[in-house]
């Protein structure tokens, strides 16, 4: 998914000058994650440099580069550390086109590694995506392999405003099914790990089916995609699993066809649970589906305590944990 | 290793509070002239005491004097003063047009107009302005229509922003003024990352941004510093020390122990400390910011001291905090009646032509007024229609914001 | 209520050594909306002052001194100010007694005007309690009259964790029932207007039933509680509507023995309505009252746009909108 | 009005990457012993180059010189030396652990031990400190149990954090060393406040606060020195300038252009730099702002100026983006052998006690290991019980917690 995201950048780099990448760390030496890498080089230090270790101030300038007509494409080392931004992101990016009618605006993408799985404790595995969907004017992505994360990512470059791209870094090596005790598979076993060269997108505003299914809806995304499918494959329940991609604006279409078909819904996410994006779904799914629900709808969540160290794959919604979800949603 | 006192708290105090008598006696006002004019090339390190200087040109005889004297003739200082004079007017009718109950709140530069006005007239009008409230100045002086400011104000129907934002948080892309922001300090590092994108695209247009000295707190603050340093960005950082922020003195904001101009020594900017209430000193050094910033040499730093001389915005009354008469004590004057006094010592003004001069910007304003007033005030409550509050969120509506604007009968 | 809000501090500072208070503007002056009036000149500098303009300083200092064993009550003169402090709040007050295992707290409590209807525009009318619901190790408190501010801050500066103490400004001078066209009655007209001298508490996390009603639920809190009442009088329907009054946490007892009685559910806030707290309001119902429910939960909230000047009656939920939402609760 | 040149954005690089000659003719090394001691009570604007300086203490006969001097018994130096091999041991043994798989990640403060040890001896053992992840040396130095430590970075089923936190980010209120937060720079204006309310207490103790030179860049870093200047908060503030954040070059964070120690003379900071690889300049500049602190004389900036000569964190691999032998390039050479060569130059240390002394050292520190990983590493996957993971969250446990809890199982 690395190279991906780093093909994406690349494309955009070479097609519009106006594109420009900065962060902590992704010049010369191209990212703690190396999504970045060789960018500098090929496009120069003013195209792609280093910035001081300041999120908040990363989001200013970004803001006013986008007035001056630039796209910059911001990255925040971890999810974690974008809350000193919140203010530039909240009051300033989200809000710039509105309160200038669009004589101003902020076609800013910042990306951020998310979630966790990788022991990287309490402030390298957070999942905010919540946060971002309560603002409105934001774009909320979060894609759940290569192919989409090159395809979205491009998306967001192009699109006219602020979108926040949300990376689960537990997906950036490989499609993690949620046993974190198995070997790990490589994206090239993965069909969606299969990234075409040169330019294409994948709309941002569009979830996509991952598996059809008649029993229950399975609403998701990031690395709870890959963890779903295998919760359903090991619960055995016929689970239409739907990869959101992007949580603002909701693909609110696809949800409700497959809740009318199903009757049942299950929500996953790894953010933590109250609050969180599962919310928001669960509310649009009994607003619209009301009359085709069988069963209470389920969340199956990260709990709501910090992301702890030692304990992660009990706080992780792993695949016995959805698996679980999947049979309450169908007795209930 | 214990201390023989125990440890106690240090919580600045003005000099003066409501009741007791009005106390500038801390200000150091140096005689105009004194403070030498660097080259912009200059190590910003050479030039470190400048921030605890104050560049003033007029001296107390309205004498334009010293190496930061301008030159300028004597039409553009005539120009000069009638923005200021423009402002002030403006200023005043708008405010009382909220007294009116003609919009819900307004927010006068009275004192400080040599600021906005002295500053616009530095800079190049294709250059990009990241202004706070208190620089109507600057639209005014770019002869932007009075009339479409008092739009914004009554959030009326021919209102660009639709309403949709507080009166005096103008924006106008054409008129280079940034979209103000009712979030303090957060424009001062965006001013630095469009001066940064200029440089990118190898332009030849500068930023300048604005901060009051209360908002320097604000870690916006530092970061535009940090980043302006760090690339050399184009752009000119300006602090308007007007003493207040709201209640608090400039103390509270840590004006207590150093200046203003200081904060920039630790970036390595060249920081300057100008009599913000002297036109022609205010000119100058933005001049020399302007040149330097031009010639790629970067960023600098500016402090315009000066006086908040009227309430902090309609919302509030100065005499709950300081003394009533305060502004009368300023010692650095009145911007307007300094630059009046200099044209006249200058033999280039006259009673007459200044009582011709006020008429003349009275009525237009007056003019404007009844314009603006035609197509509504929030008092009478024309205004957009609440269809509109839902365009602008995003480029494209989302089916979420369609079905909203439906509910709402729309 | 602000007289209320005044009390409780004074009354705190009185008990309580360990009490400070500070924010911008709220020693010599007492704060813009007056709240903190007198009390530096009764306790003196060091423990009610002005600080700089810096609210993610305001809220590092309160942790440091949280630390130490103080317990600070900050003001953000503006809800819609305290985003430049969110990452203090998230990522430090809230996880302090976490990551420390209790070692080091912060009993903070952070008060702060929130909601519209003053013509305050974007930036002087927002409600972003949301977002600090979905942060674990925060305590979100909305009051919505004298008594309950009263009772409610002072439970809230006894809390040993921080607390976000949301004062709708809309009810600062009056028990506001959203007719802005109408004249403003006092509190001195209003039951809850009428606030007993000396120390008392209202316990937090425990909601308050308003107003009995066998026909719907109507889950709300702040300013919105008084514009509920007003549509449950116009509309005829007979509403059970809950002051929450706590967020998180919630009462969730309370929620559920009305909606199981009721059948109905209507959720009623100023903040916009995507991802805002009747999301999770609607999931916890859903939920816990799956069986009970006759027709889908309503939510009737600000819109998913910025709080705008001129137009902030079309963009509050007011008393037509609320009857509005009953009867479509009703007809469901 | 317009420019010559077009616009361009400037960039820092550092003077060498990877396949380059390392490259430090940057770093002035002045003479030790040259820069003047002013009193405490001295006013912060008369020491302002005092910024640009470097206080250094250890000549190069390794003997101790100059006003900065503080003369300490020899008994107390090989105290210093000993917790500095100490932190060196024990930080050479946690790397080692993490890459055998006995826990996640590690980061090394080799060649800062000066900074942690020197400043931890240089306060009072009740003064409260609020520390980044490479103070380490704090808590050695206050002679805090190593098998603590190790349990803590082994989340093993005595670590007092109950695994909750990532390795190294220890929290011990009875050392007074706060709890490391992941992230950056918060604490240090957290460090402002604890000062503030140890004063508004009148109690007799202060605090300390460090921060990365990377980390300056962040608002944090500008509240806490705004803060710590307007109500003269007992507060030391140290910047540890290890040329490195990460792969960014401190070029990059700001100082190509000025000092970081610099900063604090804006806000009116007595701002001192210091040779942060000499012990006993390290300790003598520390003390010296500890007697200010103590003394109600406020806050003082320090930049301890130092290189990271490992790499950042076990995730990190330095030969990406820096010439792989920089480190023996570093002019001010290594806190431990300067130390040394110090007390054997005063007759008061030999090879040969050296060589017990790091015997001894490094059985502490295997002993201790021994005993922490009978209690568990995150490898053997011994921690504490799932069920402690929805504790203190808050104080009293909401019922949503503890349903959460049950549908874990517990
Ligand atoms: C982030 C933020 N915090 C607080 C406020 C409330 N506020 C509005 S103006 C003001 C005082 C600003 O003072 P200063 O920066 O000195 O500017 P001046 O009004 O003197 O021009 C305050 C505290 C705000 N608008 N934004
Ligand atoms: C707010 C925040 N942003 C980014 C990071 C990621 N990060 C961890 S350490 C580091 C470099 C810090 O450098 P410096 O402050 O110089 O400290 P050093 O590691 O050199 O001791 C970065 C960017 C973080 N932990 N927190
Ligand atoms: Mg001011
Ligand atoms: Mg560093």
Same mark, same amino acid.
């Given at each position: ?9 690349? @494309?955009?780099?070479?097609? &519009?000058?106006?594109? !420009?990448? /900065?962060? =902590? ?5 191209? %990212?703690? #994650? ?119 990512? @491009?998306?967001?470059?192009? &699109?006219?405003?602020? !979108?926040? /791209?949300? =990376? ?5 090596? %490989?499609? #993690? ?119 209470? @709808? ?35 | ?410």
């Amino acid at each position: 998914m690395v190279q991906a995201l780093n093909a994406a950048m690349d @494309i955009m780099l070479g097609r &519009d000058a106006n594109v !420009v990448v /900065f962060g =902590e760390d992704v010049g010369y030496f191209g %990212g703690v #994650f190396r999504c970045t890498e060789g960018l500098q080089r090929k496009y120069g230090p003013s195209r792609v440099f280093d910035t001081p270790i300041a999120e908040a101030g990363l989001l200013a300038t970004a803001v006013g580069m986008g007035a001056y007509g630039l796209r910059p494409v911001v990255e925040i080392q971890f999810a974690d550390y974008i809350y000193p931004a919140t203010d530039q992101l909240i009051s300033e990016a989200a809000r710039l086109r509105y309160r200038s009618v669009g004589d101003f605006t902020a076609p800013i993408t910042v990306r951020a590694p998310c979630g966790g799985g990788i022991f990287g404790g309490q402030t390298h595995s957070q999942s905010p995506e919540a946060i971002f969907t309560h603002v409105c004017g934001l774009t909320t992505v979060i894609p759940s392999n290569p192919y989409d994360a090159k395809g979205l990512l @491009i998306s967001a470059i192009e &699109d006219d405003d602020p !979108v926040i /791209f949300l =990376e689960p870094k537990r997906l950036y090596n %490989g499609p #993690f099914d949620g046993h974190h005790d198995r070997p790990v598979t490589p994206w090239t076993e993965h069909p969606a790990g299969e990234v075409p060269d040169g330019y294409y997108t994948v709309p941002l505003g569009k979830a996509s089916v991952v598996r059809s299914g008649e029993a229950v809806t399975v609403l998701t995304y990031g690395t709870m995609v890959h963890v779903a499918m295998t919760a359903v494959a090991e619960s055995g329940v016929d689970g239409e699993v739907i990869d959101l991609r992007t949580l603002i604006p909701i693909d609110i279409d696809t949800i409700v066809d497959s809740v009318r078909k199903t009757g049942r819904c299950v929500i996953v996410h790894e953010a933590t649970r109250t609050s969180g994006f599962g919310a928001e779904l669960s509310a649009l799914v009994q607003e619209n589906c009301f009359y085709s629900l069988e069963a209470p @709808i389920v969340r199956v969540t990260g709990w709501d305590t910090p992301y702890p160290h030692s304990l992660e794959w009990d706080y992780f919604p792993g695949p016995k944990r959805v698996a679980e979800g999947l049979r309450r949603a169908m007795e209930g | 290793m214990k201390n023989a006192v125990p440890l106690r708290l240090h919580v600045p105090e003005p000099p003066a509070r409501p009741g007791q008598e009005a106390d500038f006696s801390w200000v150091k006002v140096p005689p105009a002239g004194t403070v030498t004019r660097p080259d912009i090339a200059v190590d910003p390190y050479e030039i470190r005491r400048h921030a605890y200087e104050l560049i003033r040109v007029l001296d107390d005889n309205a004498a334009a004097v010293g190496p930061w004297d301008p030159r300028l003739d004597a039409e553009t200082v005539r120009r000069g003063l009638r923005a200021m004079m423009l402002t002030r007017a403006y200023d005043e009718r708008m405010f009382r047009a909220q007294r009116q109950g003609k919009t819900s709140f307004y927010m006068r530069c009275t004192g400080e107009e040599a600021v906005g006005v002295g500053q616009a007239m530095a800079l190049d009008d294709r250059d990009m302005t990241f202004p706070t409230y208190r620089q109507q100045g600057l639209l005014i002086t770019r002869g932007w229509s009075l009339v479409d400011m008092m739009n914004q104000v009554f959030s009326n129907t021919r209102d660009r922003l639709k309403g949709r934002q507080m009166p005096i948080m103008y924006s106008s892309k054409e008129a280079g003024f940034f979209s103000i922001s009712g979030n303090l300090a957060t424009q001062f590092s965006q001013a630095v990352g469009w001066a940064m994108a200029s440089a990118i695209k190898g332009d030849d247009r500068i930023a300048a941004g604005w901060i009051g000295e209360g908002a320097t707190a604000e870690g916006d603050f530092h970061h535009a510093l940090t980043f302006a340093s760090v690339y050399r960005a184009p752009v000119i950082l300006n602090i308007v020390n007007n003493q207040y922020a709201i209640s608090s003195f400039q103390g509270i904001a840590g004006g207590e122990r150093t200046t203003f101009a200081a904060r920039g020594l630790g970036y390595g900017l060249p920081s300057l400390r100008v009599d913000g209430n002297d036109f022609l000193a205010v000119y100058a050094v933005t001049r020399w910011a302007a040149d330097r910033a031009r010639a790629n040499l970067g960023s600098t730093l500016i402090e315009l001291f000066t006086y908040r001389a009227a309430a902090h915005s309609t919302s509030d009354d100065p005499s709950k905090y300081r003394p009533a008469d305060e502004a009368r004590h300023w010692p650095l004057g009145d911007p307007i009646e300094r630059l009046r006094a200099h044209l006249v010592a200058r033999g280039e003004w006259s009673d007459e032509r200044h009582g011709q001069l006020a008429a003349e910007v009275d009525g237009e304003v007056r003019d404007a007024l009844r314009e603006a007033e035609s197509y509504g005030t929030l008092g009478t409550g024309e205004h957009h229609s609440p269809a509109t509050m839902f365009d602008d969120v995003f480029k494209e509506m989302p089916w979420h914001l369609r079905r909203q604007r439906q509910e709402l009968g729309y």
